[in-house]
């Protein structure tokens, strides 16, 4: 199948500073975008998603960003918390049939927020 | 608002042994479901999905076997554990209309001994 995946697996932050976590895709007719936080021992949950008709999308505190020509996209903490520490995983619906999509998801980027 | 339960919520289980894994959706009718396997510092494979009673996808062979004997209820299982079964297993969920958008369980974590 087509690859998901992030530059880099761990990131350390300055609790206050902006944290950015990068993930590229391969395939070019991918149309929507997904990010995923997930704290140790817990599911993994929605923060925001992207689809390919936009470049940018903002929500509280974090906005994804899209650039369909490098295939790139990547997630921006912005004032990072302590409670921001979690894996984040960038995710790609692929539609599986019988009305159902299968996420594709990342390896993950571990963000440590230092005190 | 929607819920999702998984149990339980840790499960140590020798070799050769069977396994069971019960999840249950609250608040919501005819959600699509689904089962994840989490590997120790890896992403998420989709193992199976349904689409409704009695209607399971499986997308990775193994071990493993999926039932939904109810709307809301998802169970993973399998007759004998193997060692590589091992892992934090999470189920999800997802409106039929916008299945793109999944909401997952606390999850699993399976040790196989």
């Known amino acids: 199948g087509e690859n998901v995946g992030l530059h880099l697996p761990t990131l350390s932050v300055q609790e206050g500073d902006n944290s950015i976590i990068n993930c590229a895709y391969s395939?070019?007719?991918?149309?929507?975008f997904i990010w995923y936080k997930q704290e140790s021992g817990k599911g993994p949950q929605f923060i925001i998603d992207?689809?390919?008709?936009?470049d940018k999308r903002q929500g509280q505190r974090v906005t994804v960003l899209l650039n369909k020509t490098v295939k790139h996209l990547s997630l921006q903490i912005a004032a990072t918390q302590p409670g921001d520490s979690a894996v984040y995983f960038c995710?790609?619906?692929?539609?599986?049939?019988?009305?159902?999509?299968?996420?594709?998801f990342g390896k993950g980027t571990k963000l440590s927020v230092i005190p | 608002s929607q819920t999702i339960h998984q149990w339980p919520a840790t499960l140590v289980q020798p070799v050769g042994s069977p396994l069971s894994l019960e999840c249950t959706v609250e608040?919501?009718?005819?959600?699509?479901l689904y089962w994840y396997r989490q590997a120790a510092g890896r992403g998420l494979q989709l193992l199976f999905y349904?689409?409704?009673?009695?209607?399971i996808s499986s997308e990775v062979p193994q071990n493993l076997s999926a039932s939904r004997p109810q709307d809301r209820q998802f169970i993973l299982s399998s007759k004998k554990l193997l060692l590589s079964d091992s892992g934090f297993y999470l189920c999800?969920?997802?409106?039929?209309?916008?299945?793109?958008?999944?909401?997952f369980g606390p999850g699993t974590r399976l040790t196989v001994t």
């Open positions: 999800a969920w997802s409106f039929r209309e916008s299945s793109y958008e999944q909401y």
């Open positions: 395939n070019s007719a991918s149309d929507y």
């Open positions: 992207i689809r390919s008709n936009m």
């Open positions: 995710a790609e619906p692929s539609y599986s049939g019988a009305g159902s999509y299968q996420l594709t």
């Open positions: 608040g919501t009718s005819n959600p699509n």
């Open positions: 349904s689409v409704g009673i009695g209607q």
